[in-house]
């Protein structure tokens, strides 16, 4: 068994949140009087909140119009908006086939750890009673380097003792999946080839995944 570890990124790979995301994004970007496309949103994926919303002023053409304050309090109304959408989350918008992988790579001694850039990441577990299957969660409280630094996979592994090289990432984010690739893991990729040309699989979702 060369793989000892699966590390999850959680919004768009265990549960469709990052849908939520855009949609808080794209809600602050109309009130701010420009259009915030799904493809311009690829690039708004993985990274922390206050680095997307600096990305977003900037694709509107608003950068450098507000103040550090100004900043939080637009970085602040997103966050409502999100937990608005996710205060409405139901069970069944994990993804398909994640509780049954998670069941089978405990069964095999295969470790489970968190790679989430999130500081929402543990009320979304909580919501979805998927807390317990963590070995390790590192969300956005903990890291200080945001995606694409690789500290967000790096520290679950350091923490499990397990070697880089033996993690395998699951990531729906190019910063995400340049994290891992940096971090010398298996990278998968969530989504499509297009989005994500340096993942080493692509899947369409992680109950696609066959742990050998
Ligand atoms: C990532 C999402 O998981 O978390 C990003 O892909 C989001 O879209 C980031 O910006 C930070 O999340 P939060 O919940 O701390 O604003
Ligand atoms: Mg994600």
Redesign the pocket.
């Known amino acids: 068994m060369k793989y000892q570890c699966g590390i999850f990124?959680?919004?768009?790979v265990l549960v469709d949140t990052?849908k939520y995301?855009y949609l808080g994004w794209k809600k602050l970007a109309d009130r701010l009087g420009f259009p915030f496309t799904e493809q311009q949103n690829e690039a708004?994926?993985?990274?922390?909140?206050m680095a997307?919303l600096d990305l977003l002023l900037e694709m509107g053409g608003m950068s450098g119009r507000f103040s550090e304050a100004e900043k939080a309090e637009l970085a602040a109304e997103k966050?409502q908006y999100?937990l608005e959408y996710v205060s409405r989350l139901e069970e069944d918008e994990l993804f398909f086939g994640v509780v049954e992988l998670f069941e089978r790579m405990k069964k095999a001694g295969i470790k489970i750890a968190l790679g989430?850039?999130?500081?929402?990441a543990r009320l979304i577990l909580d919501r979805l009673h998927i807390e317990d299957y963590f070995d390790f969660i590192v969300d956005?409280t903990l890291v200080k380097k945001a995606k694409p630094d690789p500290e967000v996979f790096t520290l679950s592994a350091d923490r499990l003792g397990i070697p880089y090289a033996e993690c395998v990432v699951f990531e729906d984010?190019a910063a995400g999946i340049q994290a891992a690739k940096t971090a010398g893991m298996l990278a998968v990729g969530i989504g499509t080839r297009e989005n994500l040309p340096m993942a080493d699989y692509i899947c369409r979702g992680v109950g696609e995944f066959e742990w050998e």
Not at 44 to 49: A, F, N, P, V, Y
Not at 116 to 120: G, L, V
Request: charge should be positive; proline fraction near 0%.
């Open positions: 990124d959680l919004d768009g990052a995301h708004l994926k993985g990274i922390s909140r997307a966050n999100y989430s850039a999130s500081k929402n956005g984010s």
